[in-house]
């Protein structure tokens, strides 16, 4: 894929993340990142940010991040940890490239708000079935 509409293309199909607000703002070698705007429908009861849409969009970067160039890598194990409340308005989910193998691979992701305020850290060790 040479471009970032092309990329945005191919993972349009990542329905559950595009669905849910999920876009793809910038990828390249080893590295994505993705953001959502927040909504009522990424609320919780108390109305906070459900845990799980932090892990949706830290799930979705990594993806990005390993599968752009050529797909066929998948997630083994993930650790997400809660850190902080969002102040702003949207999410913004960077991955960090730690080390690819053979057939394995790991990435840190940093799950913040627009404002810099860090909103989870997840890791995801990931394996490469090309």
């Not at 191919?10 to 607000?21: H, I, M």
């Not at 991040?65 to 066929?72: R, S």
């Not at 193998?101 to 394996?127: H, M, P, Q, W």
Request: charged share 25%; net charge negative; hydrophobic share 45%.
């Amino acid at each position: 894929m040479a471009d970032i509409e092309q990329v945005r293309e191919f993972f349009r199909n990542d329905r559950f993340a595009t669905e849910n607000g999920a876009v793809i703002d910038a990828v390249d070698e080893h590295f994505a990142r993705v953001s959502l705007t927040i909504d009522s429908r990424h609320k919780n009861a108390v109305g906070g940010v459900m845990g799980g849409v932090y892990f949706m969009l830290a799930d979705f970067a990594f993806a990005v991040a390993t599968n752009w160039k050529e797909p066929g890598t998948v997630s083994l194990t993930s650790d997400i940890s809660f850190i902080g409340v969002p102040k702003g308005e949207r999410l913004i989910a960077e991955t960090e490239f730690i080390k690819e193998g053979r057939s394995t691979c790991c990435y840190n992701v940093r799950v913040t708000d627009e404002l810099g305020n860090i909103a989870a850290a997840v890791k995801i060790v990931g394996f490469i079935k090309r």
